[in-house]
């Protein structure tokens, strides 16, 4: 029984940099922006790759990881990060504060070069802040986050890994006096970037609706630290600050991804409450 449509794992890529030897330090994922309908009504979508702005600055050069089909061994795709002027080709959002980067991604060639690759459809798969609110999610409902901690990509193989967790706080968000929601859940350097996951419930208390769509809902941006202080015996004076993990994820509402491309980009379809229909895309749709 699977709560995780297996395309969502084909949605995430391993980030490297790295010229000669590389280094998988971060996580992002393929995200398509519905276009307007055109002449023959078919539904297209323009795909970007999304992470933390963190995680492509200071960065010339970002290197994608996926999977061919046929169980062959990952293969690695370059991305450049500017072009021969130097002018960047990704983008963020508006708001410095926001830790939202996006990048434009042809996915075609992706297809192409016989990938097995997916992407979130935005205006079917995810959940901005209006939609969690119409559909009651609060703390405590579960939850998934997606991708490559400690650098720790597989073998032979893209390897994401799934880590549960619990909304640990979240109504600051929907009410719109903060811009990160809480995940309980153990991230580490490499998860920056990936994607949190909604996960279904087919039971609910009375009074309320279960939540039966895997949406995405954010991007986890890093763990929250907990610092102890060591203070000399002698001075009473602070001499070393110790930092943990201490359990909970602040992740980033899809809403900002909206926004980094609204700004940028052409206009879109905006998501809707409509609830989708799972799918199982891979290379060969």
């Known amino acids: 029984m699977a709560l995780i449509p297996p395309f969502y794992i084909d949605c995430v890529a391993a980030i490297g940099t790295g010229e000669n030897e590389r280094h998988w330090v971060a996580s992002g994922f393929l995200y398509g922006c519905r276009l307007p309908p055109n002449a023959n009504k078919e539904r297209d979508y323009q795909v970007y790759l999304v992470t933390n702005r963190h995680v492509l600055s200071g960065m010339d050069k970002a290197y994608l990881r996926f999977n061919p089909q046929a169980e062959k061994d990952a293969r690695e795709f370059g991305l450049d990060l500017f072009d021969d002027a130097g002018k960047p080709l990704w983008f963020t959002h508006p708001d410095d504060q926001i830790d ?167 206009p879109q379809v905006k998501p809707t409450s409509a609830r989708p229909k799972p799918r199982n895309e891979t290379a060969d749709d």
Do not use: W
Not at 116 to 124: G, I, K, R, T
Not at 163 to 168: D, F, K, N, P, V
Not at 231 to 245: C, D, M, Y
């Open 100 to 266: 939202v980067a996006v990048a434009p991604i042809n996915f075609d060639l992706l297809q192409e070069r016989g990938m097995q690759v997916s992407y979130f459809e935005n205006d079917q798969h995810s959940a901005p802040m209006g939609l969690l609110k119409q559909l009651g999610v609060t703390e405590g409902d579960f939850a998934y986050v997606l991708g490559f901690p400690m650098g720790l990509v597989g073998g032979h193989r893209n390897s994401v890994i799934v880590r549960s967790g619990i909304l640990a706080r979240i109504r600051d968000v929907l009410a719109g006096s903060n811009t990160a929601f809480l995940v309980d859940a153990f991230v580490f350097p490499g998860n920056s970037g990936g994607p949190v996951v909604l996960k279904p419930e087919a039971l609910a208390i009375e009074g309320t609706a279960a939540q039966t769509m895997p949406y995405l809902i954010g991007i986890v941006q890093a763990y929250v630290p907990y610092e102890d202080v060591a203070v000399s015996l002698q001075t009473g004076r602070p001499r070393i600050i110790f930092e943990e993990n201490a359990g909970l994820a602040a992740v980033i509402p899809v809403d900002f991804i909206e926004e980094t491309i609204a700004a940028r980009c052409v």
